[in-house]
């Protein structure tokens, strides 16, 4: 099965389930779907960076600070978030990744997805999907910050790291 074909739940903007769809459909026709974004950190606090491959459906060859995904039909965001996290990070084992909160992405063009946002640490080598990451490393966070205005970004990823702090400062 295609990645395409991949059935997600189609929900409202409540989050709650109205029907399914396959992914490609639900890209095409902006259809409102469930996403999780995982900030994941290594021993020494750095945060994985990567930029994705070019034969990804949406936001091909940008840089992320999360890895995640979609959440596939009758999936819960927290078995997702452990499930995309070991395959993008391409280990096994990994600590199930702490909730953080959720927020709904809405981008005029592309739709909109309810996004989980989750932290969790990686003490493992990473040997992430060649398919799925083009260059990764663990960078500072300050480095991090350095690059957002030079590196081009995936937008939801960039919207999910800003509330992210946002959450970090309030608390």
């Known amino acids: 099965m295609s990645a395409a074909d991949e059935i997600l739940d ?3 903007e409540h989050d ?3 029907g399914q769809a396959p992914r ?3 890209y095409a026709e902006g259809l409102r779907h469930r996403c999780v974004f995982i900030q994941a950190r290594d021993a020494e606090g ?3 960076v990567h930029r994705r491959t070019p034969t990804k459906l949406v936001f091909p060859s940008l ?6 995904g979609v959440v596939g039909a009758g999936e819960s965001y927290d078995d997702a978030a452990l499930r995309e996290a070991e395959e993008e990070l391409g280990v096994s084992g990994l ?4 909730f953080l909160f959720t927020f709904l992405y809405e981008d005029g063009a592309a739709g909109s997805w309810w996004s989980a946002v989750y932290q969790v640490r990686c003490e493992l080598p990473v ?3 060649a398919e799925e990451v ?3 490393d663990f960078l500072p966070e300050e480095e991090v910050e350095r690059r957002l205005s030079g590196w081009e970004w995936v937008p939801d990823g960039l919207a999910a790291y800003r509330r992210l702090r946002e959450h970090r400062a309030a608390r």
């Open 10 to 12: 189609i929900v409202d």
């Open 16 to 18: 709650r389930v109205v």
């Open 24 to 26: 490609g459909q639900a």
């Open 46 to 48: 750095r945060i994985f």
């Open 63 to 68: 840089y992320d600070m999360f890895v995640g």
């Open 95 to 98: 600590p199930r990744p702490e």
């Open 127 to 129: 040997n992430p999907q």
């Open 134 to 136: 083009a260059w990764h």
